[in-house]
């Protein structure tokens, strides 16, 4: 026999190389979760593959291309720790709640105007969501959601009657009765009692919290608890001051301070107070709102805004007024590249509540201080049973796609007008 050549020799170690190779890439393939098993940061290649919870997402922008599952629903604080004032919890908000990417604009319109949200009402407050930001305006003989400015809706701008929107509210809070909704209206409403009517038409009436009940130097607000037993499930702020008298509607900055919206309240170090709140270490206002949302939306920016700056600015935002915000409102609630505004809120309410570093290692019925050992990164989040988040929301890619000319007219449309729109 004749002896093997260096060329052979080589060959077979290649063959065999390959072999090994494909048998790493069968054993992995294997090995990998799917079908529902895959916890939090784990690679994914479909909604399905994650667990309760979670979706399968990715986020280039911050170069992180590969999809892992990602929260998509918060933890709701009351499910661990009940009974406690209302201000002592911190919930999730929506910024603009209505302007949902895919919305149909009316008839024969082309909408030029931005969008803040991706998924229906009803399943952000499945998914969790427990504030409401919603623009209404006088419009068509009724009162509208619409993405406007200077106090004035156009068939461009415009979303949809608010009744639509409050009747998805009256059916979440119908079918959970123990949630608790907030609602805060940038309110352009110059109609007679229009608010009064809209909220009645919508069946949320039964729910509202009185304005008497509020309190005015500071104190505590009633414990959940006690709201759910009297069904004032309901809480309600407008913009306009006029409207506590008028129609018993709270006037927002009687009982909160607010940071200021847009750039400002996204700035490294800085969180300043809005022009209409007081002071963010003021004593007599027991609500905190932060906003943490750029000026100009974008989609595909958000997972990178919901990561290390947003826990930075929530750490601002704290040294400023002294206090844990109780609203965090933000633009793409779900986008991040893992744990989001989900975790941040869970890390807010977490010392608060139980005097643990997040939520999810507090121990319902626990001594204050008694923390679970909770690793990082965490597996799936012990959701709210009412949610129904599976993975399926659509992102970006299903968005109306506007022509390069009608992007530029819109710029240059609003460009003039952004410090009335927030």
């Known amino acids: 026999m004749l002896p093997c050549s260096p060329h052979h020799r080589r060959a077979s170690t290649t063959i065999g190389y390959l072999y090994l190779l494909l048998f790493s890439v069968f054993a992995t393939t294997s090995s990998a979760c799917s079908n529902g098993n895959c916890q939090l940061l784990e690679a994914c290649a479909a909604a399905t593959d994650c667990g309760p919870g979670l979706y399968c997402g990715n986020c280039p922008v911050a170069g992180k291309t590969q999809p892992v599952c990602t929260r998509g629903q918060a933890i709701i604080p009351t499910s661990i720790v009940n009974g406690l004032p209302f201000n002592k919890y911190t919930w999730l908000v929506t910024h603009n709640s209505f302007s949902i990417v895919d919305a149909p604009p009316l008839p024969g319109v082309q909408r ?163 022009k209409a709140s007081k002071a963010l270490n003021s004593k007599s206002a ?31 935002c704290f040294k400023a007024a002294g206090v844990m915000p109780n609203f965090l409102a933000v633009n793409f609630y779900m986008r991040s590249d893992g744990g989001g505004v989900f975790d941040a809120v869970d890390r807010m309410n977490g010392p608060t509540l139980c005097g643990c570093s997040t939520l999810a290692a507090c121990q319902a019925g626990a001594p204050f201080g008694s923390c679970k050992n909770v690793s990082v990164p965490t597996r799936s989040p012990a959701t709210n049973n009412a949610g129904s988040f599976t993975g399926s929301v659509q992102f970006a890619n299903s968005a109306p796609t506007l022509s390069s000319t009608n992007r530029v007219v819109a710029f240059l449309f609003y460009l003039p007008l952004m410090a009335f729109w927030l």
């Open 112 to 274: 030029l105007t931005f969008y803040n949200q991706e998924d229906t009402v009803t399943n952000q407050l499945r998914n969790g969501v427990r504030g409401l930001m919603l623009d209404m305006y006088d419009f068509e003989n009724d009162i509208w959601l619409c993405h406007s400015f200077r106090g004035q809706c156009y068939n461009f701008t415009a979303f949809q009657p608010a009744v639509n929107t409050l009747t998805e509210v009256e059916a979440f809070l119908s079918e959970n009765p123990t949630e608790i909704v907030t609602i805060i209206i940038e309110d352009y409403v110059h109609t007679s009692k229009g608010l009064t009517t809209l909220f009645t038409k919508a069946g949320l009436d039964k729910y509202w919290f009185p304005v008497s009940k509020m309190p005015r130097k500071g104190e505590d607000w009633p414990t959940v608890t006690e709201m759910v037993q009297d069904n004032h499930r309901l809480i309600v702020f407008t913009s306009d001051a006029s409207k506590e008298a008028q129609e018993g509607v709270a006037y927002q900055w009687k009982y909160m301070v607010e940071n200021e919206a847009g750039d400002p309240g996204v700035k490294p170090g800085s969180c300043p107070k809005r």
């Open 286 to 316: 027991s609500l905190f709102f932060q906003n943490y949302f750029p000026t100009y939306p974008v989609e595909t920016e958000a997972c990178k805004e919901h990561s290390t700056p947003l826990e930075a600015m929530v750490g601002t």
